[in-house]
């Protein structure tokens, strides 16, 4: 009687640990749908539009997904567009007007992770990530 008790016990702990692995294999360690995580694209204008720049380097990264969430959390704000690279563990930030970099780091911040560095590049350079 024992033995189909802890068999039952071992076989629920198993196909737990098999749903998971197969969930975050399918959908990225966020556990979200990368297809569900729509694009915030930029409001208006084009990237010429935007000559302020700065770049981020930011931790806690590790899948498509949570590119994405820091992309949208960035692009949320009122003249900002930004591209992020997951390779790079970065992000390129262009403003219509100067903003301050804590105000950067604060909305990266409120998706979930940190900036380590925040840098601001020169307005005619045209640096791209």
């Known amino acids: 009687m024992a033995t189909v008790v802890i068999s039952a016990i071992l076989f629920v702990f198993v196909l737990c640990a098999c749903r ?34 700065s770049l981020l380097t930011i931790d806690g990264m590790t899948c498509q997904n949570c590119a994405r969430k820091i992309e949208n959390g960035l692009r949320s704000m009122d003249g900002v567009d930004a591209t992020v690279r997951l390779d790079q563990k970065a992000a390129l930030v262009c403003m219509k007007r100067p903003l301050p970099e804590s105000l950067l780091c604060s909305a990266v911040a409120k998706v979930g992770y940190t900036v380590l560095r925040a840098e601001s590049l020169p307005q005619s350079g045209d640096r791209t990530l």
Do not use: F
């Not at 975050?24 to 966020?30: D, F, I, L, P, S």
């Not at 084009?46 to 720049?53: A, E, M």
């Open 20 to 53: 998971s692995a197969w969930k975050r294999q399918r959908n990225g360690c966020c556990g979200n749908d990368i297809q569900r995580l729509k694009k915030v694209k930029r409001k208006d204008g084009q990237r010429r539009d935007y000559p302020y720049r």
